[in-house]
């Protein structure tokens, strides 16, 4: 009995996942919203590894860029204000003060770095939706910002602010976009909690968001109510690790959920909101 079962899990969850992830795929392009009918593309290009060959030129500096850094053993010191584990409890006011740790690059960019999968994917998000006025929350050693960064080179238009909390990372991340040639990146040091009202005043109207970092739940929603007036219609937020604690789940549902929110897609490791819209439609996909 055992055995049929491990069979039954074996043959049959993974088939049964595929036919259900087509299924959502199939549904998004249906969509009465055309940002959905566009992340449904987006995904389906990073399933199948769609790439031109200006794109693969600029994947393939930054991953050499990538491997340089996961190969080297300079030691930082970093000034850390996140929630640091799911199983901490911290509160607002200590990972306010935050904590200096030290590591090395390696250590920083294979464990906080995004993977290439995502990479691409929001690489190909800013493809496909060609915003003009981003900004990241989190900027680390600058894999995300240097990806996003791309394309809006390839789109021809676009510029980035990326705030970052520890000023090693964000001088190294500064170094990243500087050896790629982007000039349309801006790294802004500081806590988020700080920085956020004035950098908003510089941008004004943004089309997308990246909130990838401090991975509170209190926070987050904080952070999207704080950005959300400047929020153009039609504009995507991306949260990332939002399946990271319970906190951080509890938070997205509540996005999901928000009055402003039209569409949102589940992605497990990350999550997309889309502003506005007369369409209020929820999936899950996996990539
Ligand atoms: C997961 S990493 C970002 C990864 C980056 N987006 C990438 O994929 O290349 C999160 C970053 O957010 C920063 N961070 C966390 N909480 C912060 C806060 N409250 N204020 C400013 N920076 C913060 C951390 O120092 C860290 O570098």
Not at 20 to 25: M, P, R, S, T
Not at 213 to 231: K, M, N, S, V, W
Not at 252 to 269: P, Q, T
Request: glycine content about 8%.
């Amino acid at each position: 009995m055992i055995y049929i079962q491990a069979l039954w899990d074996l043959l049959y969850h993974p088939v049964h996942a595929a036919l259900k992830n087509e299924q959502e795929l199939a549904r998004m392009k249906g969509s009465g919203s055309d940002t959905v009918k566009a992340l449904a593309s987006v995904a389906d290009d990073v399933l199948n590894g769609t790439v031109t060959v200006g794109e693969a030129q600029w994947r393939d500096r930054i991953e050499s860029l990538r491997t340089r850094m996961e190969r080297s053993n300079e030691i930082l010191s970093i000034a850390d204000y996140g929630a640091q584990s799911p199983l901490k409890q911290l509160s607002a006011q200590t990972m306010y003060a935050g904590r200096v740790v030290t590591r090395s690059v390696r250590e920083v960019c294979r464990s906080s770095s995004k993977p290439l999968k995502w990479s691409m994917f929001l690489f190909r998000l800013v493809r496909r939706l060609k915003p003009e006025s981003l900004l990241e929350l989190g900027t680390c050693l600058g894999i995300s910002g240097a990806y996003i960064g791309a394309a809006m080179s390839m789109n021809g238009f676009g510029s980035l602010v990326t705030i970052e909390g520890a000023e090693t990372l964000a001088a190294k991340a500064q170094t990243n976009f500087d050896t790629l040639g982007f000039r349309n990146i801006e790294t802004v040091v500081g806590r988020f909690q700080d920085r956020l009202d004035a950098v908003l005043q510089k941008t004004g109207r943004l089309d997308a968001v990246l909130i990838d970092g401090h991975h509170d739940g209190a926070a987050t929603l904080r952070y999207f109510e704080t950005i959300l007036p400047a929020l153009a219609p039609g504009a995507v937020v991306v949260f990332d690790d939002i399946g990271w604690s319970m906190e951080m789940h509890e938070a997205w549902k509540m996005l999901r959920a928000h009055h402003s929110v039209g569409c949102s897609i589940d992605m497990f490791d990350m999550g997309i909101c889309c502003i506005g819209g007369s369409v209020r439609e929820t999936y899950r996909i996996a990539i």
